[in-house]
């Protein structure tokens, strides 16, 4: 039987830095419907690949959109919490038994916030999910090894994973730039803490265009997004 992969891509509506961005709209269509609609495609070309989505029990615009797919993609209702709750495991946790009892290996995507993410960088995640036995970490560009660069307040250099301010190529140009495109890793590891998780993981480089990387983060890259779209580069 071959391997069984769930792309996890967690949603809500509500957003610290720019309110409701999932609601932003290109060509009629909201970033989140873009983004589910684009792991669809990416997924449809293999089998035993599929979309689930976890959001808030309580955050009806986001379940409207993924109910105009049905049979075509898996979603869960979770408790809510603060929107400064990014850690997976807190986030999934009421989904953890069903993931290891029905997957193998779990893309954890973070993807939906990507205007312009192209399929085929969805697909290389993919092949790489499918080609993996250890967990591994997006990166965009190969700048280095992935460790904290600043000795004096981290003499042990513990790794870093996902900790854009230290990685980015503009501060830190000799090290990793994550793409923040999430992580592929084992189902039987999605329990462990982040730190035992950095012990196995390895990176993995997606050679993403400028226009790949765009993340919606800031009401500059609003502003950026629709700039692209007016004038079509």
Not at 66 to 79: A, K, M, N, V
Not at 86 to 94: F, K, R, S
Not at 106 to 131: G, H, Q, Y
Request: with cysteine; charged share 20%; hydrophobic share 35%.
């Amino acid at each position: 039987m071959s391997k069984r992969i769930a792309i996890l891509q967690y949603a809500r509506s509500e957003s610290n830095r720019v309110p409701h961005k999932l609601r932003l709209q290109i060509n009629g269509k909201s970033l989140l419907g873009m983004g589910v609609e684009k792991l669809l495609v990416a997924s449809s070309s293999y089998e035993n690949v599929t979309p689930v989505f976890a959001c808030p029990f309580n955050d009806l615009w986001v379940q409207s959109i993924l109910r105009q797919y049905p049979g075509q993609l898996c979603w869960h209702t979770i408790p809510e919490h603060s929107g400064a709750t990014e850690d997976w495991n807190t986030l999934i946790a009421p989904m953890i038994e069903h993931l290891q009892s029905v997957y193998d290996y779990i893309w954890l995507s973070n993807v939906l916030c990507r205007p312009f993410i192209s399929i085929e960088t969805c697909r290389a995640i993919i092949d790489n999910c499918i080609k993996s036995t250890d967990p591994f970490v997006t990166v965009s560009e190969k700048r280095g090894a992935i460790w904290n660069p600043n000795e004096l307040t981290d003499p042990e250099r513990t790794p870093i994973l996902g900790a854009g301010e230290l990685a980015n190529t503009k501060l830190n140009p000799i090290y990793y730039e994550y793409a923040h495109l999430g992580y592929g890793l084992p189902v039987s590891m999605l329990t462990l803490p982040e730190k035992q998780l950095a012990d196995h993981i390895t990176p993995f480089v997606v050679n993403q265009s400028w226009r790949d990387k765009l993340d919606i983060d800031t009401q500059d890259d609003v502003e950026h997004m629709y700039s692209i779209i007016r004038h079509g580069s």
